[in-house]
């Protein structure tokens, strides 16, 4: 039997319903990057925080990310048919609670720019990745929205990043600490 036939074992028929708080405490347990999503075009833009994000694929160049089906950003992602991942550095944990907001104009005073497909970049930005959508999944009360990156962009290397761990934004402190490049052990 291939891999892809294979079926998954049946979860236990009785199981305790599991606290969507408590969940939230756990998984914020595992630390992440942060990143703020924008998309639109110059006419109405928008952006909304997001730890959800991950690379999926090199070849061909995939990433993902997850976003409540009742954000505001929902409909206008859907529209514009792209978004930009924005890579949020150690100093920005400021522009990490605005964009996690809701509020109209989120762009207003922000710092940013519009690629050639008039997709919003935060000019300021660690790093950022311009996508195309190319699948969206429905999970739950999100959707998994999937991209194929068409642009890359990091203006100033070197910057620490912006993590997320048990409820706090902070910087990944580099440097003297910083992580070593190990093999796995065999």
Known sequence: MSAAARSLPRAPEQHRPVDPLGLRRVCGLFTTGVTVITTGSEGEADGTTVNSFTS???EPPL???CLHRQSRLHTLLTESGGFTVNFLSGR???LARHFAERRPDMLAGVPHHYTADGLPVLSEALAHLTCTTVDVHT???H???VGEVVDLGA???GREPLIFFDG???PLRTGANRFHHAAPDA
């Open 168 to 170: 706090s934004l902070g």
């Open 92 to 94: 920005q944990q400021s």
């Open 139 to 141: 999970a739950g009360d």
């Open 63 to 65: 990433v993902l990310f």
């Open 155 to 157: 203006p100033e290397p």
């Open 143 to 145: 959707d998994i929205v």
């Open 56 to 58: 999926v694929s090199l």
